[in-house]
């Protein structure tokens, strides 16, 4: 069973950057990696994915450009790099694996709350 775990989340204000990782347990060989958001009274909704080769990224409209996804499969970790935060970007952050970008979800984390505020 693989064991995903968040950290790096915080309180950040308006423009700001935040660092997410990931860190993964068990067997990660072979599986995309990626991060959803769940904010007060809404849908958990994709934010980015990476590909185990790290070579093909997605990443949903609202943060392209500002949000980058990396991944070190030697230390089993992948990394949310936000930048130019905003407001609307509170919520809590997921990390999570599954046999390609567009079909994450097998494997959750315990989530890490970000939040933008001044």
């Known amino acids: 069973q693989l064991q995903l775990v968040e950290s790096g989340g915080g309180l950040v204000q308006p423009g700001g950057s935040l660092r997410l990782s990931c860190a993964a347990s068990g067997r990660t060989f072979g599986k995309a990696m990626g991060w959803f958001r769940q904010a007060p009274g809404k849908e958990r909704e994709f934010v980015g994915g990476?590909?185990?080769?790290?070579?093909?990224?997605s990443y949903t409209d609202s943060v392209k450009g500002r949000f980058t996804i990396s991944r070190d499969n030697a230390r089993n970790t992948v990394s949310l790099q936000m930048n130019s935060l905003k407001p609307e970007d509170t919520a809590v952050y997921y990390c999570?694996?599954?046999?390609?970008?567009?079909?994450?979800?097998?494997?959750w984390g315990q989530g890490t709350q970000v939040t933008v505020s001044s």
């Open positions: 990476i590909t185990w080769s790290g070579t093909v990224t």
């Open positions: 999570a694996a599954g046999p390609t970008i567009y079909s994450l979800g097998g494997s």
